[in-house]
């Protein structure tokens, strides 16, 4: 097993347990609106290649940590191999990413890793936010001029 595979499977045995210990959701991008739908306030960790997004172990290390600040936030777990697939869809610009969804609705999403404090704090923030609509690449509003 060389480098790259070996990451990739200490990070599956990572995620996996998450899903044990922690409880948290692990889904493909097609279940992911699904489980967003019913779900009052859901933070999706996007990952990817741990050999490529290094940050995504921090992310998942801190992850139930964080929802244990965040009472009545709920996490999950994108499959790495559809993170990086599913994240246009999402507003998602980098990875990892925690992606803020209340009922399916798009509330914003949490890029890289950060400071604690900021981190919790910024989660909180969002998942306290309305919904809005999810950015897109390119699109681009401008204010008319007089």
């Known amino acids: 097993m060389n480098y790259q595979q070996q990451r990739a499977a200490d990070f599956e045995a990572l995620l996996e347990r998450l899903a044990r210990e922690q409880r948290l959701a692990r889904v493909g991008a097609a279940g992911l609106a699904e489980l967003a739908a019913a779900t009052p306030a859901l933070a999706a960790l996007f990952t990817g290649d741990p050999t490529q ?14 929802l244990a600040e965040c009472p009545g936030v709920t996490g999950c777990v994108l499959d790495p191999a559809e993170s990086a697939l599913a994240a246009a869809r999402y507003g998602v610009g980098k990875l990892p990413a925690l992606v803020l969804l209340r009922h399916g609705d798009y509330l914003g999403v949490l890029e890289g890793m950060r400071d604690w404090q900021p981190f919790v704090d910024e989660l909180r923030r969002l998942a306290a936010a309305p919904p809005r609509p999810v950015p897109v690449a390119g699109v681009y509003v401008t204010t008319p001029t007089a």
């Open 53 to 66: 997004s290094p940050e995504s172990w921090d992310v998942s290390v801190v992850l139930p940590e964080m």
